[in-house]
Structures are given as structure tokens and as C-alpha cells.
């Protein structure tokens, strides 16, 4: 039972829509996520979405030839973006020092999901390594998620909280990670 990481291009990534959107009901419809069955729904577009930003890319994990997992983003633009209710309320909330972290030459984490199935085994770990490198990067998640704790364990830093739609979200950063380390 080894597992394979695959990285895939943002093309590649929405083609396995069918067999991410179950990962994502099963990771974000339980506590203390707890999605509505809308937005659940909504999973296909939002990945169509995300997976069309310009340089898009992300990870698949595999075992025994199915996905468990999944990590996709992209690099940060230059400014903080403004197109939707999650970029505003990033912008509004993060101070100016953090801000500046948020922007190029950061990569953007936007999702991070393994099968409960699955979790604690060292895959998200795996993936987030696979997905930054060494390069600086940020995102966002429930302050009350087990990834929060993944996070801090992979030397991510808990910047600031904020909310979207009432849900709360915390935002962790990394820093470029010298080469030759």
C-alpha cells in the first residue's frame, strides 16, 4: 500500500472532478466545517474556478490506485485580489506586514483535503510539501481543523482570523525556505 503523489496542472485537476468531489463532501460536510448540502454541490464549479487561475496547479495521492487526496493553487498575483467575498475579507482583515505575504512571489493554498479514511497517515503533510517546495506561501482554514494543527507542525505561522458568510478562518503563512536546507 504505497502511496504515489501525481502532480497534475489545473486541467488535469478538474478532470478528476468525479472522484475529488466525494474527498471534499466527506472532509468539509462534517464538524467543524460543516458545509451545507449547497455548497457541497457546489464543489465542480468552484474547483472549475479555482483550477482556471493563471498557473494553477496541485497533487493528487494515491493508494493502491485510488485518490485520497488532494492539494491544489496557484502563485499569488502581485496584489491582493478583490473578486469575491473570501478575497475582500482577506484584504480587510490582514495587516499590512502580513498582507505583504499574501502577494507575489507567495503560492495561494487553496484546498487541502485527504479522505478521513486516510488522515493522520502523514498524506497532507506530504502533499503540502509536494505543493510549496520551497517557496513562500499562504492559506486559509478553520481556526478548529485538524489541518490547522498539521500546519503549525509543518512550521506554518497563524498570522490573523477573519470571517466569511460567519464562518471563521484563520490565515498561516510560510516562509521561502533557503535553498540548500
Known amino acids: 500500500m504505497s502511496l504515489v503523489l501525481r502532480g497534475l496542472d489545473g486541467a ?14 466527506d472532509c468539509f460536510a462534517a464538524p467543524p466545517w460543516s458545509e451545507p448540502a449547497d455548497k457541497i454541490a457546489d464543489f465542480p464549479a468552484r474547483l472549475a474556478r479555482h483550477t482556471s487561475q493563471p498557473g494553477a496547479y496541485g497533487s493528487i495521492a494515491e493508494r493502491d490506485g485510488e485518490i485520497i487526496g488532494a492539494i ?51 498524506v497532507g503533510r506530504q502533499l503540502l510539501a509536494r505543493q510549496v517546495g520551497d517557496h513562500a506561501a ?10 490547522a494543527r498539521l500546519y503549525e507542525r509543518a512550521g506554518w505561522e497563524r498570522r490573523f482570523s477573519f470571517q466569511v458568510n460567519d464562518r471563521p478562518l484563520a490565515v498561516f503563512t ?4 533557503p535553498s540548500g536546507r
Open 12 to 25: 488535469g485537476l478538474r478532470q478528476l472532478v468525479a472522484q475529488l468531489h466525494p474527498i471534499y463532501r
Open 72 to 122: 491544489y493553487g496557484w502563485p499569488a498575483p502581485t496584489t491582493l485580489p478583490t473578486a469575491n467575498a473570501f478575497d475582500i475579507a482577506v484584504r480587510d482583515a490582514a495587516p499590512p506586514d502580513v498582507a505583504d505575504l499574501l502577494v507575489a512571489p507567495a503560492l495561494v493554498v487553496a484546498e487541502l483535503m485527504v479522505a478521513p479514511a486516510h488522515q493522520g497517515h502523514g
Open 138 to 147: 499562504w492559506l486559509a482554514t478553520h481556526p478548529d481543523a485538524a489541518a
Open 174 to 177: 510560510r516562509p521561502a525556505v
